[in-house]
């Protein structure tokens, strides 16, 4: 199945195509030039596993939560690449998409997968796995201050991960959190790729017109002093 994935919620831009016998990924550091980065990203890995976009049987997005500015760049782009290609779009829940990414890196009964939000504050999601396997099913989900996030997790009786891509801005607000935080550096585009095979094999993708980022949060542009 030929996929290009697009991951650019947060931190970094990371694009993702799979040909059916290989997967090309390219990753840009540069997470603050994602609106100029990310086309010529999504070009050079389409030439190099061999695809041009009227080849694709989907587009999968990371939906979000995350940067109000890059959520609304990745999915203006993975629309209109679905829409030239007239392929289906598969928005992926960042958070449930970590989660999977995370289990087989951890034995942890529950993966709280984390996002920042506005400075000190976080969107998180707790999932609880089935044992011995990668199924995960997500039981609270909310934004909070990551100070306040220890104590939320303390009703969650066994072994508890956080996943986050920066483990140190999270520690400079939550110490308290260090034995949990590990380093999410292995989420990228390709963790999205599983969820649009299975969403196009049960012939459930979206449409690009019905796709929309998952915000969490009201954006309130700031005002111009007068």
Not at 100 to 116: F, G, M
Not at 156 to 173: F, W
């Amino acid at each position: 199945m030929n996929i290009l994935a697009i991951e650019c919620t947060h931190q970094v831009a990371c694009v993702a195509v799979s040909n059916g016998s290989r997967i090309v990924e390219l990753v840009n550091g540069d997470w603050q030039k994602t609106a100029e980065a990310i086309v010529p990203l999504v070009m050079q890995a389409m030439s190099d596993a061999g695809l041009s976009p009227d080849g694709l049987d989907a587009v999968a997005v990371s939906s979000g939560p995350g940067s109000f500015t890059a959520l609304r760049i990745g999915m203006s782009v993975a629309k209109g690449i679905a829409y030239g290609a007239g392929c289906p779009l598969v928005p992926v829940p960042t958070l449930q998409a970590m989660a999977a990414a995370a289990c087989s890196r951890t034995e942890a009964t529950y993966v709280v997968p984390l996002i920042p939000s506005r400075p000190g504050e976080c969107f998180y999601s707790v999932f609880r796995r089935e044992a011995g396997s990668c199924i995960v099913e997500e039981i609270d989900s909310d934004r909070c201050m990551a100070a306040e996030l220890a104590e939320r997790l303390k009703s969650y009786a066994g072994e508890v991960v956080i996943p986050v891509r920066d483990v140190a801005a999270l520690l400079s607000y939550a110490p308290e959190l260090r034995d949990l935080a590990v380093d999410a550096s292995f989420f990228t585009a390709s963790s999205l790729l599983p969820f649009a095979e299975n969403a196009v094999g049960q012939g459930v993708a979206a449409t690009p017109g019905e796709a929309s980022p998952d915000y969490r949060q009201i954006f309130v542009p700031l005002k111009k002093k007068q």
